[in-house]
Structure formats: structure tokens, C-alpha cells
């Protein structure tokens, strides 16, 4: 495909060469990346044939991000079964469903847990119903023990939407969420961090600025009511200690008395 003019092409960040089993046979691994974006491929490196026409057409038309490994692995489920599995609800950890609905009934008491059953004897007549039941099981129980928006609810909630609700759409925004939370959220919180704290240190100046600014009144105050005019009064206080300077004690007195 021809490169459009001024198009920037995307860094390569990384890129090696590794051999096969074969003797001649290699296969090469790049990383690529523009910004935030990264991609990544791993193919056998080899002559680009030649095709005539007819086979041209028969084969159709490649794009390249066919050819990144990214999105050709089912990058959600490897997500969220990574983080269930991880708490124990998957693959013969100690959350078996079991364990859930006895901890979900103890929570929520009998007369709730009657329509949990209910919606779970719903679930059971599909053909995947162990599945469809531990999903709607392991979200129920986030709901009610984890923290929500964390990495384990949001697992949770995200088979729920895909096995339950069969909603790819709410799966693909809680797994892309997911990995915001895992990539980003640390820059994130650091930033907040940093902006509640130069909040507070220029609420405290303010403090401090008003503070000295009532000093400057006060002392202004009793030259005034002795008679002298208020430039003398500002410049005395100032002589005092008083203020940055005797024109910065005359502004502050007229801000303080503006009309």
C-alpha cells in the first residue's frame, strides 16, 4: 500500500531475528509503537511472493493489523480469567460455587437469596450452565465483598456481561477499563496526588497571605487614628515590619476598605 505523503510510519522499538528448526528457516519479532499505542508481530521471515492476478483476486486483501499478535489473541478472557483465577475462583481454587452461594446467602438472607436461585434455575437451561451459573455466582459475590471498579469487580462484572448478559459491548468496555486500571492508574493517582497536594500548599499561602495582611491592617489602623494620612500610616508600618513594602501596605489598605 502506497505511503501517503507526510504520513509518520510507527517507531519500531524493538526487532530481532530468530531462528527455526529448519536449516535457513528464521522467523523475526518487532514491537511497534506511536505514543500509548503498541503492537507487536511474529512471522517467518520470508521472500514476499509473487502473485498473477487470478491468484491475487482469490486471495483477497490483507491489512496489517491482521498481522499483530495483539489482536489475534483473545486479549479479554486472557485478562479477566488471569485476575479471577489469580482470587481463587477458577480452576480448583478454594471459591468453589459452592462456597459463594453459602456466602452469598449469609450476607443477603433467605427471602433475597430465593430469587438468586430463582434467576439461577433460569441460567441452567442452556447448554452451558455451569459456566452461565458460576459467571452470574462470582458476580454476585463481588457486588457484595470486593471493591468496586477494582481489578477483581471488574473481572467479575465483565464475565457476567459476556456469559449471563451475552453483551459484547459492556465486555469489551470493563476489560479495556481493566487494563487502563493495570497500565495507567498508578500515573494517575500519583498526578492526583500531587494536584490535592499543590491544592492545600496554596490554600495554606492564601492562609498565610491573609494573615499577614490583617497584621498590616492592624498596625495601619493606629497610625491613622493618631492623625497621620494613610501613605504615612502604610509607610510606617512597613518601617515596623509590616508588609512587603509601604506601596504593597496602601494597596492592601484600599482592598481592605474598597467601597
Not at 101 to 129: F, M, P, R, T, Y
Not at 181 to 186: G, V
Not at 208 to 228: E, L, S
Request: glycine share 8%; proline share 3%.
Amino acid at each position: 500500500m502506497k505511503k501517503r505523503k507526510g504520513e509518520k510510519p510507527p517507531v519500531v522499538v524493538s526487532e530481532e531475528t530468530l531462528p527455526g528448526l529448519a536449516e535457513g528457516q528464521t522467523f523475526r519479532r518487532s514491537k511497534f509503537s506511536r505514543g500509548a499505542v503498541q503492537f507487536s508481530t511474529f512471522v517467518p521471515d520470508v521472500p514476499i511472493p509473487e502473485w498473477t492476478e487470478e491468484e491475487r483476486a482469490k486471495l483477497g486483501v490483507c491489512l496489517k493489523w491482521q498481522s499483530y499478535r495483539e489482536l489475534c489473541d483473545d486479549h479479554g478472557f486472557s485478562v479477566t480469567y488471569g485476575v479471577l483465577h489469580d482470587a481463587g475462583f477458577l480452576r480448583g481454587g478454594d471459591r468453589s460455587p459452592t462456597a459463594l452461594a453459602a456466602e452469598i446467602k449469609a450476607e443477603i438472607g433467605d427471602v433475597a437469596w430465593q430469587g438468586v436461585e430463582k434467576h439461577l434455575s433460569k441460567l441452567g437451561n442452556e447448554s452451558d450452565e455451569r459456566t452461565r451459573k458460576k459467571s452470574f455466582l462470582i458476580a454476585c459475590w463481588a457486588e457484595l465483598f470486593s471493591e468496586p471498579y477494582e481489578e477483581l469487580w471488574l473481572a467479575a462484572m465483565a464475565h457476567h456481561a459476556y456469559y449471563v448478559e451475552e453483551n459484547d459491548f459492556a465486555f469489551g468496555y470493563l476489560t479495556a477499563l481493566l487494563d487502563q486500571k493495570r497500565e495507567n492508574e498508578t500515573h494517575f493517582l500519583r498526578g492526583k496526588k500531587s494536584l490535592e497536594r499543590a491544592r492545600a500548599g496554596g490554600l495554606a499561602r492564601g492562609q498565610q497571605q491573609t494573615d499577614k495582611t490583617r497584621k498590616v491592617i492592624h498596625f495601619m489602623k493606629h497610625y491613622v487614628a493618631d492623625g497621620h494620612s494613610i501613605a504615612n500610616a502604610a509607610r510606617l508600618a512597613f518601617k515596623a515590619g509590616q508588609g512587603s513594602s509601604a506601596g504593597a501596605n496602601r494597596k492592601a489598605w484600599s482592598r481592605h476598605y474598597k467601597k
